[in-house]
């Protein structure tokens, strides 16, 4: 029979002892029998991972830039506004959340402030100049009326 090549032990030699899994993934000072250490480290990388993934999906859609499947990812947006949305954006960019409120059927405040906090933005920008700047207007015309109107004597 030949002699195994140099280096390597013969067939019949006896295999190693089995690693355990997490024994590989782990530094070689990690000691498995302390008390749950090991699994704070585990919860903490698994609480981390949780609050990367929440937050990367919650990235804000340029209505603009994003795509039909894009904007049907934002609560309130269905495959129907999506494509009055993109119907409504090959006549130009929105320039501003007025002008995305009149071009888009079905998009007044209410709605508008609705898409702006599920994460739809305007050329980067979140619905509330606009409806700040309605109730300020709101304000004024009580004040000018009654300015206007004489009082009685």
Do not use: H, Y
Not at 20 to 37: M, W, Y
């Amino acid at each position: 029979m030949n002699a195994p090549p140099a280096g390597r032990e013969a067939v019949n030699a006896p295999f190693p002892e089995p690693l355990n899994a997490s024994r590989r993934l782990l530094p070689a000072n990690c000691d498995l029998n302390k008390s749950g250490s090991l699994k704070i480290m585990l919860k903490k990388i698994l609480a981390v991972m949780a609050m990367l993934f929440a937050a990367a999906s919650f990235a804000a859609v340029d209505v603009n830039k994003g795509t039909a499947a894009d904007l049907d990812g934002i609560k309130g947006v269905g495959p129907a506004m999506s494509k009055r949305i993109l119907d409504a954006r090959k006549e130009g960019e929105f320039k501003d959340w007025p002008d995305f409120m009149q071009r888009v059927k079905g998009v007044k405040e209410k709605k508008a402030g609705k898409l702006s906090a599920e994460g739809l933005t305007v050329n980067g920008k979140t619905f509330g100049g606009t409806a700040g700047e309605a109730v300020a207007a709101k304000a004024e015309k009580p004040a000018k009326a009654a300015a206007a109107k004489p009082a009685k004597p």
